[in-house]
């Protein structure tokens, strides 16, 4: 096989800083569904990166898994060096791809590890095989993914159940079980967030968070599982975007080298690729410049930067800084051999297709098609049948549930019962409509549906029999863990009125904690951490005596420990 790659040492200064950059766009075809026009690259500007700037990657956040094999398809074409393309897919592809298969979030698999260890490795394993498998089949070959963070803060609103556990030897567990099984495919796998981002209760997103344990801590508790995953090889690792004095009392994990070489490079032995988390993320932009920031990253031992604000004006700022001697130009060309490696790791994989215009050894371009038929679409690795059980057994043996259970219906009376959903936000709720399980099912029971966000002026009717549904988890942006004041007041009614007929929450652990302890004993309660159809079906299934899985739980399997 001729090599996939060109020599990189023949490339100018401007395309070896060129390939350190990764970009983002929308998964979307056309650039009037663009969602977030200050982030995401319209089709021209794009393609003006990937043609002429020659950038080293591409990040993709919505549309259909359809549409993004399309895309991922088209930019390949388009580059001249084969791209890196990356998504952060924690939870599955259909976390951010409508049509492939959306996973409960990491830490329902520490649930299950609670109660039996080496299932979860098992599942764990799973995941990681099959999100890789359909990554790769929608032309994804970098996985943003696992969160190897240890949440010990239930406050953290930016981590929370993207991790695995509270426990550092649980989380090394089962994210060493996800990366083999994700790198068992022709992918990159990706630990984030170094050093550490679990003991926080800033979101990084906004501000800059601060972690003011000593280095012993460190080590016994947010470095573990790096170390974990670097025995495992995994191929790339994602800085924080916070402050730790105990290692850099100056700059940020992102920005230091204390951290990044000394520590992440040297002492822990590291080889793979550095990758920033996004250098939009305000920790970083409030106190660094759009150029800035850049080669402060680089020049702190990163090999790939994440989502400039400035692609164009970056490759510049980095080109000048090693033309004035700031920075080594061999300190370029160790990060340049790194992608390289991952390139041809991911391109020459076992069945790997090579789309693009790949170079051959002599350093002429060509297509690998161009002797053989064009690739055609094959969409088949998406939602395969052993894909969606693995994504019921994983939501039936994390589900929790107390009281009387079954519900039991009351006999009508006068008005229907009422089904009430409160989630933080019905415009950022695709996995809720008329014909998801929440709604529909208690409709077909009788039910009367109500849906109340954090933006509704409550008007309740407590003199209602009510099933209480509520959508809480913590995500990125929301400056909070995720439980809603709205959720509290809902439930404070229901129970002074004495008209609270069951509970179902989807997604925090936490929340749950401290809803269960203010319900009577008998009031029906069951909890998932998923949100999505699948996960309504399976808990409302259990709540009204409908199929139940073997594997449901007590009402103390819905945590970590």
Same mark, same amino acid.
């Not at 021209?44 to 990657?57: N, R």
């Not at 990491?106 to 099959?130: H, S």
């Not at 508790?221 to 191929?235: G, M, N, R, S």
């Given at each position: 096989?001729?090599?996939?790659?060109?020599?990189? &040492?023949?490339?100018?200064?401007?395309?070896?800083?060129?390939q350190? *950059?990764?970009?983002?766009? %929308?998964?979307y075809?056309? $650039?009037?569904?663009i969602?977030?026009?200050?982030?995401?690259?319209?089709?021209?500007?794009?393609?003006?990166?990937?043609?002429?700037l020659g950038?080293g990657?591409?990040?993709?956040?919505g549309?259909?898994?359809?549409?993004?094999?399309?895309?991922?398809? &088209?930019?390949?074409?388009?580059?001249?060096?084969?791209?890196?393309?990356?998504?952060?897919?924690?939870?599955?592809?259909?976390?951010?791809f409508?049509?492939?298969?959306?996973?409960?979030?990491?830490?329902?698999?520490?649930?299950?590890?609670?109660?039996?260890?080496?299932?979860?490795?098992?599942?764990?394993f799973?995941?990681?095989?099959?999100?890789?498998?359909e990554?790769?089949?929608v032309?994804?070959?970098?996985?943003?993914?696992?969160?190897?963070?240890?949440?010990?803060?239930?406050?953290n609103?930016v981590?929370?159940?993207?991790?695995?556990?509270?426990?550092?030897?649980?989380?090394?567990?089962?994210?060493?079980?996800?990366?083999?099984?994700?790198? %068992?495919?022709?992918?990159?796998?990706t630990?984030?967030?170094?050093?550490?981002?679990?003991?926080?209760?800033? $979101?990084?997103?906004?501000?800059?968070?601060?972690?003011p344990?000593?280095?012993?801590r460190?080590?016994?508790?947010?470095?573990?599982p *790096?170390?974990?995953?670097?025995?495992?090889?995994?191929?790339?690792?994602?800085?924080?975007?916070?402050?730790?004095?105990?290692?850099?009392?100056?700059?940020?994990?992102t920005?230091?080298?204390?951290?990044?070489?000394?520590?992440?490079?040297e002492?822990?032995?590291?080889?793979?690729?550095?990758?920033?988390?996004?250098?939009? +993320?305000?920790?970083?932009?409030?106190?660094?410049?759009?150029?800035?920031?850049?080669?402060?990253?680089?020049?702190?031992g990163?090999?790939v930067?994440?989502?400039?604000m400035? @692609?164009?004006?970056?490759i510049s700022?980095?080109?000048?800084?090693?033309?004035?001697?700031?920075?080594?130009?061999?300190?370029?060309e160790?990060?340049?051999?790194?992608?390289?490696?991952?390139?041809?790791?991911?391109? &020459?994989?076992p069945?790997?297709?090579? *789309?693009?215009?790949?170079?051959?050894?002599?350093?002429?371009?060509?297509?690998?098609?161009?002797t053989?038929l064009?690739?055609v679409?094959?969409l088949?690795?998406?939602?395969?049948?052993e894909?969606?059980?693995?994504l019921?057994?994983?939501?039936?043996?994390?589900q929790?549930?107390?009281?009387?259970?079954?519900?039991?219906?009351?006999?009508?009376?006068?008005?229907? @019962?009422?089904?009430?959903?409160?989630?933080?936000s019905l415009?950022?709720?695709?996995f809720?409509?008329r014909?998801?399980?929440?709604?529909?099912?208690?409709?077909?029971?009788?039910?009367?549906?109500?849906?109340?966000?954090? &933006?509704?002026?409550?008007?309740?009717?407590?003199?209602?029999p009510?099933?209480?549904?509520?959508?809480?988890?913590g995500?990125?942006?929301r400056? %909070?863990?995720g439980?809603?004041?709205?959720?509290?007041i809902?439930? $404070?009614?229901?129970?002074?009125?004495?008209?609270?007929?069951g509970?179902?929450l989807?997604?925090?652990?936490?929340?749950?904690?401290?809803?269960?302890?203010?319900l009577p004993?008998?009031?029906?309660?069951?909890?998932?951490?998923?949100? +999505?159809?699948?996960?309504?079906?399976?808990?409302?299934?259990?709540?009204?005596g409908q199929?139940?899985?073997?594997?449901?739980?007590?009402?103390?399997a819905g *945590?970590?420990?």
């Amino acid at each position: 096989m001729q090599p996939l790659l060109p020599d990189w &040492q023949q490339l100018s200064l401007e395309q070896q800083v060129a390939q350190l *950059f990764v970009v983002r766009t %929308s998964g979307y075809l056309f $650039d009037h569904q663009i969602r977030y026009p200050q982030w995401e690259a319209r089709q021209a500007t794009l393609k003006h990166w990937v043609e002429d700037l020659g950038v080293g990657g591409v990040i993709f956040l919505g549309g259909s898994a359809a549409e993004l094999a399309t895309k991922t398809a &088209q930019l390949q074409e388009w580059a001249e060096i084969p791209l890196l393309m990356a998504a952060d897919i924690e939870e599955g592809v259909g976390q951010r791809f409508e049509g492939a298969t959306w996973m409960p979030p990491p830490m329902a698999l520490g649930a299950i590890a609670a109660i039996d260890l080496e299932r979860a490795k098992a599942l764990a394993f799973k995941l990681g095989e099959t999100t890789a498998i359909e990554a790769h089949a929608v032309g994804v070959n970098w996985l943003l993914a696992p969160v190897v963070d240890v949440n010990n803060n239930p406050a953290n609103p930016v981590i929370n159940v993207r991790a695995f556990s509270e426990l550092p030897d649980r989380v090394s567990s089962l994210i060493s079980a996800f990366i083999q099984g994700a790198q %068992s495919q022709p992918v990159l796998a990706t630990a984030k967030h170094f050093p550490g981002h679990g003991d926080t209760a800033t $979101d990084s997103h906004l501000e800059l968070p601060v972690i003011p344990h000593d280095r012993e801590r460190l080590d016994s508790v947010e470095l573990a599982p *790096f170390k974990q995953a670097i025995a495992d090889k995994v191929a790339s690792i994602m800085t924080a975007h916070l402050l730790l004095p105990a290692l850099d009392s100056d700059k940020p994990a992102t920005l230091s080298k204390p951290i990044l070489t000394a520590l992440l490079r040297e002492e822990m032995g590291y080889e793979g690729l550095i990758v920033t988390d996004a250098l939009v +993320m305000q920790a970083i932009t409030k106190q660094y410049g759009e150029y800035e920031a850049p080669v402060l990253a680089f020049e702190a031992g990163a090999d790939v930067l994440l989502m400039p604000m400035d @692609p164009e004006g970056a490759i510049s700022a980095i080109c000048e800084a090693i033309r004035t001697g700031r920075i080594a130009r061999d300190r370029l060309e160790q990060s340049v051999e790194r992608i390289w490696r991952a390139k041809q790791r991911v391109s &020459q994989g076992p069945g790997t297709p090579c *789309f693009g215009k790949a170079l051959t050894g002599d350093g002429v371009a060509g297509h690998g098609w161009e002797t053989e038929l064009p690739p055609v679409l094959d969409l088949n690795g998406l939602a395969r049948p052993e894909t969606r059980q693995l994504l019921n057994n994983v939501l039936q043996e994390s589900q929790a549930v107390q009281g009387q259970v079954p519900l039991q219906l009351a006999t009508p009376t006068g008005s229907a @019962p009422l089904n009430m959903v409160v989630v933080d936000s019905l415009l950022d709720a695709p996995f809720l409509g008329r014909h998801t399980p929440a709604i529909a099912l208690p409709n077909s029971l009788g039910y009367e549906s109500h849906w109340v966000d954090n &933006q509704s002026h409550l008007r309740l009717r407590t003199e209602q029999p009510t099933l209480l549904q509520l959508f809480i988890r913590g995500n990125p942006f929301r400056g %909070s863990a995720g439980l809603t004041q709205t959720a509290q007041i809902c439930l $404070d009614q229901l129970l002074s009125n004495h008209c609270l007929q069951g509970l179902v929450l989807y997604g925090s652990p936490y929340a749950w904690r401290t809803f269960i302890s203010q319900l009577p004993v008998e009031v029906p309660a069951v909890f998932s951490y998923g949100q +999505m159809p699948e996960a309504q079906a399976i808990a409302l299934g259990s709540l009204f005596g409908q199929r139940v899985g073997a594997n449901d739980r007590s009402a103390n399997a819905g *945590f970590t420990d």
